[in-house]
């Protein structure tokens, strides 16, 4: 497998498309799980659209070894749920903010997103230590998690501890799909460069 300059820059190039196509992802993830949500069927969803953007990864980076189709397969999997996340934080900061501005009008006659932003990390240390996206995680799993909801209906609340292990489990399932895609995909790609290698060496000793 070449290690050239030219190869290196070719396969960061797709990694970085990679990257973006999963930041895509986990952020278009987050708004549609606003409007519906089923339980393990999401995720495998998503896991599928990352794989398919694996799979593309693969060949036209030329990532030979399966290990590191599944190392590229599982950072697939980190960026789209970080993305994910982080997006569900933005929706749950800017709900937030809002309120404290409908309040402050109805208080004072007037609103500061300024002030609101600042009370709106305020209000997460409180409640959590922390403030940001590491308040909202440890706010969202102490409230715990409601899934199985469609259009806003039907909520299951499954407590703090199992919204842990669900958050775990889901992440493992996209994580499952996509490194098993870029191991696939690097074997593949593999075996069909052994087989060219093969055939060019019988054809130059004929």
């Known amino acids: ?115 609101a932003n600042v009370f709106a990390d305020y209000a997460l240390k409180e409640e959590t230590g922390f403030s940001g996206f590491i308040g909202y995680v440890l706010f969202t799993a102490a409230q715990g998690l409601s899934v199985g909801k469609i259009f806003s209906i039907n909520e299951i609340n499954i407590g703090s501890f199992f919204t842990w292990l669900y958050w775990l489990a889901e992440f493992g399932l996209i994580a499952w799909i996509t490194s098993a895609a870029g191991k696939i995909a690097a074997r593949g790609h593999f075996i069909n460069s052994a087989m060219l290698g093969t055939e060019m060496k019988t054809i130059s000793e004929s």
């Open 1 to 115: 497998m070449s290690n050239s300059p030219k190869t290196t820059t070719v396969r960061i190039f797709h990694i970085l498309i990679m990257t973006f196509v999963g930041v895509l992802i986990g952020v278009t993830a987050s708004v549609v799980s606003n409007l519906i949500y089923l339980v393990f069927l999401f995720p495998i969803g998503i896991g599928f659209l990352g794989a398919m953007s694996i799979n593309k990864t693969v060949k036209k980076a030329k990532i030979w070894k399966p290990f590191q189709g599944m190392l590229l397969g599982t950072f697939m999997a980190l960026v789209i749920y970080g993305a994910y996340q982080y997006s569900n934080y933005l929706t749950f900061r800017m709900l937030l903010i809002n309120q404290m501005n409908l309040e402050m009008m109805q208080a004072i006659g007037k609103m500061d997103f300024e002030v």
